[in-house]
C-alpha cells in the first residue's frame, strides 16, 4: 500500500494524468456502433458519436449514439449494457438537417420552473440533478432536442427549445 500511495504522490507532483474510474469503464465508438446495430439494423449509425455517461440516473455510466435513417433521426441510449436492447429515440428529420445532427452530454442543472420559462412547459418528470445527465439533439439551426429521464414514467422523454 505505501509503494502504491508513494507512485500516486509522484505521479500527481510530476503532473502525469491519472485515469479516472470513468474512463477505465469507456467503449469506444466502433463497439457501440456495432451493438447499435445489432439491436436497430438499417440505421447508419456514426461511431465518432457516441457519449458516456449516467442517462438513466442509475449510478453507472452508459452510452449513447446518434444514427440516420429514411427521413429520420435515432439515438440510441444504452441503459443496461450493449448487449441488451437500448432504448431508440426516434425524430423526424424533415425539418432538422440530418447530416449536420449532432449529440452531447447536457447537465441536468436547471430546474423544471427555468425549463418552462424558456420552452412553455415543465417536463413532466424531471429532476434536476448533479449525477445524471441528459442528452442535446442539434443541428445548429432548428430547435434542440433535450433528452432525459423522466423519473416518473421511468423511461426518456424530450423537450425542445
Known sequence: ??????????????????????????????????????FATGVVWRSASVLEADFSCAGKVQQAILGTWDKEIVVAIFTQGIHQPPAL??????DRKAQASKIRVD????TADEIAGVSGDAPVGYRPSTSCHGIRLSDDSYEAAHIYWNHDQQRFDTWSQ
Open 1 to 38: 500500500m505505501r509503494r502504491i500511495t508513494g507512485w500516486l504522490t509522484a505521479a500527481l507532483l510530476a503532473g502525469i494524468a491519472l485515469p479516472n474510474v470513468a474512463s477505465a469503464q469507456k467503449i469506444d465508438g466502433p463497439i457501440v456502433q456495432a451493438a447499435a446495430d445489432k
Open 89 to 94: 429515440l426516434h425524430f423526424d428529420a424533415s
Open 107 to 110: 447537465d441536468y442543472n436547471l
